[in-house]
């Protein structure tokens, strides 16, 4: 494939819910450009973007997945995203390196969740977009109810560029509301359809009154009664969409082939290419001052890595976009992120499963790289003589966990390697060994991703792994001030003996504020240099509590009275003596259990309002609030982590699959006394079966 200049590359982001058509309308525009080849078909497997076995076997996009095609005089890279919120991190990552975003969203079932908030997500990286209705061609498909429901959602901007001829099964092509002639299956040109003319000529009009909106000139030669001319209306349109003034709608059906030429069309002629994003402000690495970069191909190179693939033979597939200068094979190239020096070996195009050769791909392109030795996801590659690094991909955060453990032993020594590859390819990937409550843990953002994740580790790294309920980090605290906890500890033999004796005021602190120390011995009874092993001992005694053996929080020790030994007295004398007092005066200070409580935003159709709150009430939670936004509520509750286990599936089941959530940590309060008690009595067994 040629090397193009960025005012001829258009990269266009495909968004929306999942299942509504996206991969089938990617793979249908590939087709356009390249007849003599197969139409993939998500159902059949064979499609040219959803190639990964996941994908394949459960006929969903998991991955965004990248293909170029050349279109007249333009490289089109297509970015197909994941529909479903588990894998929302791809189409930020595909979004950020986008020009313009295609909004998908199926005339079936109107404007779903997931197309709301792709749309979010476009409006915050300030991306131009368009919408598609797909599936025209089915039974209930209303491509006009669609478009007042995607009007309604995202303002009156939303304009038809095409419509369709013909109604549900019955559709055979699309009319081209900019060159007023109809476009039939197969790519046949015909006349409008004498029975759609005024719809037609009405559309046409919507149409021609939004380009006029966008510029001060035309909208006053268009209220004047002046017809625009072609060439203004052609222009109109162009600005008004990279200006985000003016988002054309289409209608398409990807799996019949209609309508996908007329977008095509469009998209060459009047979607903004990589040109528009005419610099970028980076910062110099080791600083925070911006360092404004302009896409010149003859400039500074400067690449950002916004994918990691880890191909089982041919190692780490880089994606990136070149936002300056031009990059070549055999560049030798620096990763500020990583302060390591890279050499970029053999360049590529993406297509798919398949990859074209690039002997260089100039700003304003996306491409991949093989075999980079240090580099991955949300690293900047410059020269090292001007370290630059550009923003971080704004991922979002793993909203649920689970515990694992390797089903062989011979496996305990692999896991931590295959968690950490996976992690290298999905950064909403996450996993740690919580010592607190020792299990290894694995977070992602809803059950299907931690799903995928565990079957990748059996299937890429061949470690297999029991999946349980994580368990939860509670906490232990005091309710009241204990004045005199003491403990002395002697343990006489032979030689010399041991010797050490505290006496603490254990006090509550506000929740949240942690531990503090106070030494206020007075009169020399505990010698100055035996305190810090009374501090040590007692921050010791603070990682396992003495009511279920969860960590210690927000208590203040002061240390006020005790005794010591001329000769036995030593710093672990004090150091047990003094995990002892706390242990003792915790039993007496009117101990609790705290448990993590975590806020949700749940966001779901109007419809499913009541049966949400009442799911969200059974599982102890509180209701903070609660906004309309369209025809969508956002319910802003505090729930017990305890109680969020598979609250995706929960929720998903509710709403039809129309619901989404974002969940993170809020704070640490009190466990209803019933329900600390069974986890008192959990914690008691578990210890007694473990010493037997």
């Known amino acids: 494939m040629k090397t193009y200049t960025a005012d001829r590359i258009i990269n266009l982001a495909l968004a929306g819910h999942g299942g509504c058509g996206k991969t089938t309308l990617a793979e249908a525009m590939m087709h356009v450009v390249r007849p003599a080849e197969r139409l993939g078909r998500v159902d059949d ?57 295609l909004l998908v969203v199926q005339a079936v079932a109107g404007v779903e969740v997931g197309s709301d908030k792709a749309w979010k997500y476009a409006n915050e990286m300030g991306l131009p977009r368009g919408i598609v209705v797909t599936k025209l061609k089915k039974e209930h498909a209303d491509f006009y109810k669609t478009l007042e429901q995607a009007q309604d959602m995202f303002g009156h901007q939303a304009v038809a560029l095409t419509i369709p001829v013909g109604d549900q099964l019955g559709v055979k092509g699309v009319i081209d509301l900019t060159a007023m002639q109809a476009l039939l299956e197969g790519g046949k040109q015909a006349e409008i359809p004498a029975d759609l003319a005024d719809k037609a000529n009405a ?87 911006g360092v404004t970069v302009k896409c010149d191909p003859a400039g500074t190179p400067l690449l950002f890595i916004f994918k990691t693939f880890i191909e089982p033979h041919a190692g780490n597939l880089n994606f990136f976009r070149v936002y300056s200068g031009t990059i070549e094979t055999g560049m030798d190239l620096y990763n500020a992120n990583k302060s390591k020096s890279e050499k970029i070996g053999q360049l590529y195009c993406p297509m798919g499963k398949e990859r074209a050769d690039a002997a260089k791909l100039a700003c304003g392109d ?15 590659l410059s020269l090292k003589a001007n370290p630059l690094q550009l923003p971080a991909i704004a991922l979002p955060k793993p909203s649920i966990s689970e515990a694992v453990e390797t089903k062989s032993k011979d496996d305990e020594g692999k896991i931590g390697v295959g968690l950490s590859k996976l992690r290298d390819e999905d950064p909403t990937f996450g996993w740690a060994f919580v010592p607190e409550v020792r299990q290894t843990q694995v977070f992602g953002l809803g059950e299907l991703h931690l799903d995928i994740m565990m079957g990748r580790l059996k299937r890429k790294y061949n470690v297999e ?130 448990e993590p409580i975590t806020k949700l935003e749940v966001v779901i159709p109007d419809e499913f309002a009541g049966q949400v709150m009442g ?66 009595a959990e914690s008691k067994k578990e210890k007694e079966e473990k010493q037997k």
């Open 45 to 101: 497997g064979n499609t040219m973007f959803d190639f990964d076995p996941d994908e394949t076997t459960r006929k969903i996009s998991i991955f965004s997945a990248l293909a170029a095609c050349e279109y007249g005089d333009r490289k089109i890279n297509l970015i197909d995203t994941p529909g479903y919120a588990d894998f929302a991190g791809e189409v930020k990552a595909g979004m950020r390196v986008a020009d313009a975003a």
């Open 203 to 289: 559309y046409r009009e919507k149409m021609v009154e939004a380009v006029a909106e966008c510029d001060d000139a035309m909208m006053e030669k268009y209220l004047g009664g002046e017809a625009l001319a072609e060439q203004e209306i052609a222009a109109g349109l162009k600005a008004g969409i990279a200006a985000g003034k003016l988002v054309p709608v289409f209608a398409a059906d990807g799996h019949a082939g209609i309508g996908v030429k007329a977008l095509m069309d469009c998209l060459a002629a009047s979607f903004p290419t990589a040109a528009r994003l005419a610099e970028v402000t980076a910062r110099k690495a080791g600083g925070d001052a």
């Open 366 to 380: 996306i491409g991949i790289a093989v075999k980079l030795k240090e580099s991955g996801t949300n690293d900047t």
């Open 465 to 594: 792994v029991a999946r349980s309920k994580p368990r939860i980090a509670y906490r232990e605290t005091i309710t009241r001030t204990v004045d005199h906890a003491e403990y002395k500890h002697k343990k006489q033999t032979g030689g010399h003996g041991q010797y050490g004796h505290v006496v603490l005021r254990l006090e509550p602190r506000q929740r949240g504020e942690g531990f503090e120390f106070e030494d206020a011995i007075v009169g020399g009874v505990i010698p100055n240099n035996f305190i810090p092993s009374v501090e040590k001992g007692i921050r010791a005694g603070l990682l396992e509590g003495a009511v279920a053996g969860y960590h210690i929080v927000d208590i203040k020790a002061v240390l006020h009275f005790g005794s010591y030994h001329d000769v036995d007295s030593s710093g672990t004398s004090f150091e047990i003596a003094a995990s002892h007092a706390l242990k003792k005066g915790m039993m007496e200070a009117g101990p609790v259990l705290l």
């Open 615 to 680: 799911d969200l009430n059974s599982r102890r939670g509180r209701i903070a609030g609660m906004d309309s936004e369209k025809s969508l509520q956002i319910i802003r509750a505090t729930v017990p982590e305890a109680e969020l286990y598979k609250y995706s599936t929960s929720l998903r089941s509710i709403t039809q699959g129309r619901g989404d959530f974002t969940a993170e940590f809020s704070h640490y309060e009190e466990v209803p006394y019933e329900i600390a008690q069974k986890i008192i």
